[in-house]
């Protein structure tokens, strides 16, 4: 459990890596060899989030800490490609604004902390790297980023593969409803549903049995604001 100061540090350390470090040596083959050698006297050590974790660890490197340091190298090499002067104007930004109370780096450390695995902060690196290229918002990257944290990664990339015509289609009141893949994307706000208005007529010919016709109540299923974004920015990945 990390202390107050700690959580401080670290994040202070975070927005000074995103702010004025060159990532351009950061990789994630470095997340998949790192040694304890390489944390204490190699490049990992010089890039400030990772040289605060093994600074603040007492003993050995915990398995969470050595999670969160994977984690931490493969978001950063999504971002190796934006310049540090872009990267320090967009971060100012949000420091400046009165509508977000935690500090950027405070923020991400949350979120990556809280990924479920080093893929899940590939793909929220993704997004941020769209919010420092000014394609998106920075409400947009965190509604976007609990979204892919609260995802399955296999539901994620199935929704990035598939078609949105496939993706946004009406089913029949008579037919099977949602699949499961389907009811995800609804869950966490990738899709959402209406049903087509209900009618109520006579039935024209005699014969029928039914003396009603009922017409409508199908379902529809199509993508949010934010499922278009996430579609739109991360299709490539």
Same mark, same amino acid.
């Given at each position: 459990?990390?202390?107050?100061?700690?959580?401080?540090?670290?994040?202070?350390?975070?927005?000074?890596?995103?702010?004025?470090?060159?990532?351009?040596?950061?990789?994630?083959?470095?997340?998949?060899?790192?040694?304890?050698?390489?944390?204490?006297?190699?490049?990992?050590?010089?890039?400030?989030?990772?040289?605060?974790?093994?600074?603040?660890?007492?003993?050995?490197?915990?398995?969470?800490?050595?999670?969160?340091?994977? =984690? !931490?190298? +493969?978001?950063?090499?999504?971002?190796? @490609?934006?310049? &540090?002067? $872009?990267?320090?104007?967009?971060? *100012? %930004?949000?420091?400046?604004?009165?509508?977000?109370?935690?500090?950027?780096?405070? =923020? !991400?450390? +949350?979120?990556?902390?809280?990924?479920? @695995?080093?893929? &899940?902060? $590939?793909?929220?690196?993704?997004? *941020? %790297?769209?919010?420092?290229?000014?394609?998106?918002?920075?409400?947009?990257?965190?509604?976007?980023?609990?979204?892919?944290?609260?995802?399955?990664?296999?539901?994620?990339?199935?929704?990035?593969?598939?078609?949105?015509?496939?993706?946004?289609?009406?089913?029949?009141?008579?037919?099977?409803?949602?699949?499961?893949?389907?009811?995800?994307?609804?869950?966490?706000?990738?899709?959402?549903?209406?049903?087509?208005?209900?009618?109520?007529?006579?039935?024209?010919?005699?014969?029928?049995?039914?003396?009603?016709?009922?017409?409508?109540?199908?379902?529809?299923?199509?993508?949010?604001?934010?499922?278009?974004?996430?579609?739109?920015?991360?299709?490539?990945?």
């Amino acid at each position: 459990m990390r202390t107050t100061n700690e959580i401080s540090s670290l994040s202070n350390s975070l927005e000074e890596t995103l702010k004025d470090s060159n990532l351009q040596s950061v990789t994630t083959d470095l997340a998949e060899a790192f040694t304890d050698t390489l944390l204490n006297e190699g490049i990992l050590r010089d890039i400030p989030i990772i040289g605060t974790i093994v600074g603040l660890t007492k003993a050995s490197l915990s398995l969470n800490d050595r999670l969160l340091i994977k =984690k !931490l190298i +493969y978001f950063l090499s999504e971002l190796q @490609d934006i310049e &540090t002067e $872009k990267r320090q104007k967009l971060i *100012f %930004s949000i420091e400046k604004s009165d509508k977000h109370k935690i500090r950027i780096g405070e =923020k !991400l450390l +949350y979120i990556i902390d809280k990924c479920e @695995d080093h893929i &899940t902060s $590939k793909y929220i690196a993704i997004l *941020f %790297s769209a919010f420092l290229k000014e394609e998106i918002t920075y409400s947009d990257f965190l509604r976007g980023s609990t979204i892919i944290q609260r995802l399955l990664v296999q539901d994620f990339e199935q929704f990035l593969e598939t078609e949105n015509k496939v993706l946004e289609r009406r089913i029949a009141y008579w037919e099977k409803g949602f699949s499961d893949f389907e009811n995800s994307l609804i869950t966490v706000g990738i899709c959402t549903t209406y049903t087509d208005p209900v009618s109520v007529r006579d039935q024209d010919d005699y014969k029928m049995s039914d003396k009603y016709v009922v017409d409508g109540g199908d379902l529809n299923i199509y993508l949010t604001e934010i499922g278009h974004t996430l579609k739109t920015y991360m299709h490539h990945c």
